[in-house]
């Protein structure tokens, strides 16, 4: 069996580990299912067409974490349709697995009435929408679903994101920590917000007389040179994560994570530990409400009012409206989740189990070896 996997990993640039987890989980759980005689090549989309050198003796092509593109916006990664083309064309079976918008602020109303790209729409319906069904399209999360189904395109489900499952993992109890000691917390995509995640990083600090670090997934480069000098008194430590994903290992020594980072939260919970995710946009929002999962939206209650009105143009202010910071809700949230015994992390877990088994993997077994 050989298998061609469109990775989103950038290896310029942001060199976002995230996006690095997605395609090798993949991989991982691929051999567990298959066999490790598997072969699985790698095309990372973000960076080059490689298509002109393609062979085509693959057994499918492989899509995780596509991210539909709506009406007004591009294609990303740009070379992504190419490979499309080349399945269709050559009748290589195209799976998609995990497949995310990214709406701003990300509420249900957004996600039942976003428009697609005309094309886009075209093109899913002639991979997704065939009787045969030999290509399949999978949601990371229920808002994705919303929006597919919504647009005509047919969709196996909600399967959750690929970063959630590690066969090392699943099934596990929950590592509840004895005393917080370490805490990291994610810094946003969002420039605007990193006074705030400092702000959150000395709190927590003081509130549990720990360690913190403040942790970057990507992007160190262009926002760290935004950062005060102040910030750098050594009170709070600075980690860079980026350059793929074995640099999330990094959360080992670290009891609870708190911050804006989806695959930060994720990894956490696929290690079975705590965290407390500040959902920037539809990723995380989306996230959150499949797993029920520990967190809330970093756009103010107002944003979300007005989205519920005004849910076709809420986007298009997001640029503006991104400005408000976040509320404070996180300190009595996770104060509540530690009191409680972490019941709410249990109960995700409880539920990314049962992705696992009732979606995820029976969606992996059925690409055709």
Not at 13 to 33: A, Q, V
Not at 182 to 195: D, E, Q, T, Y
Not at 204 to 213: D, G, M, Q
């Amino acid at each position: 069996m050989k298998y061609l996997m469109l990775s989103t990993y950038p290896s310029k640039g942001s060199r976002n580990s995230g996006d690095d987890l997605i395609g090798k989980s993949l991989i991982k759980l691929l051999k567990k299912l298959k066999g490790n005689d598997i072969q699985i090549d790698t095309a990372y989309i973000a960076d080059a067409n490689l298509t002109d050198n393609l062979k085509f003796n693959y057994s499918a092509i492989l899509a995780p974490a596509l991210r539909p593109t709506a009406l007004g916006e591009v294609v990303a990664p740009k070379f992504r349709n190419d490979y499309v083309k080349i399945a269709l064309d050559h009748k290589i079976p195209f799976y998609t697995i995990g497949a995310g918008w990214s709406q701003y602020p990300g509420t249900v109303s957004q996600s039942k009435i976003l428009k697609l790209n005309p094309t886009e729409i075209g093109t899913f319906k002639k991979l997704f929408n065939q009787k045969m069904g030999t290509n399949k399209i999978s949601c990371r999360d229920i808002y994705t679903e919303n929006v597919l189904k919504g647009n005509g395109i047919s969709c196996y489900g909600t399967t959750g994101d690929l970063g959630l499952f590690d066969t090392d993992f699943l099934g596990l109890p929950f590592k509840h920590p004895n005393k917080i000691k370490n805490i990291a917390v994610s810094m946003p995509h969002n420039k605007h917000h990193l006074s705030k995640a400092y702000e959150i990083a000395m709190n927590l600090k003081k509130r549990y007389s720990c360690n913190v670090k403040l942790v970057f997934h990507g992007y160190f480069g262009k926002l760290g040179s935004l950062l005060p000098k102040d910030w750098l008194d050594n009170q709070i430590q600075i980690i860079d994560l980026a350059g793929g994903a074995e640099k999330l290992n990094y959360y080992d020594k670290i009891d609870l994570h708190v911050g804006f980072r989806l695959h930060a939260h994720i990894w956490f919970l696929r290690t079975r530990k705590p965290s407390l995710l500040i959902a920037e946009d539809g990723r995380g929002t989306g996230h959150l409400t499949t797993i029920n999962g520990l967190g809330y939206s970093a756009a103010p209650n107002s944003v979300f009012s007005l989205a519920e009105f005004l849910p076709d143009k809420i986007n298009e202010w997001r640029k503006y409206l991104s400005e408000i910071p976040p509320s404070d809700d996180v300190y009595n949230m996770l104060d509540s989740e530690i009191n409680s015994g972490f019941d709410q992390t249990k109960n995700s877990l409880k539920i990314i189990d049962h992705l696992w088994k009732e979606k995820m993997k029976p969606f992996l077994n059925s690409i055709p070896e």
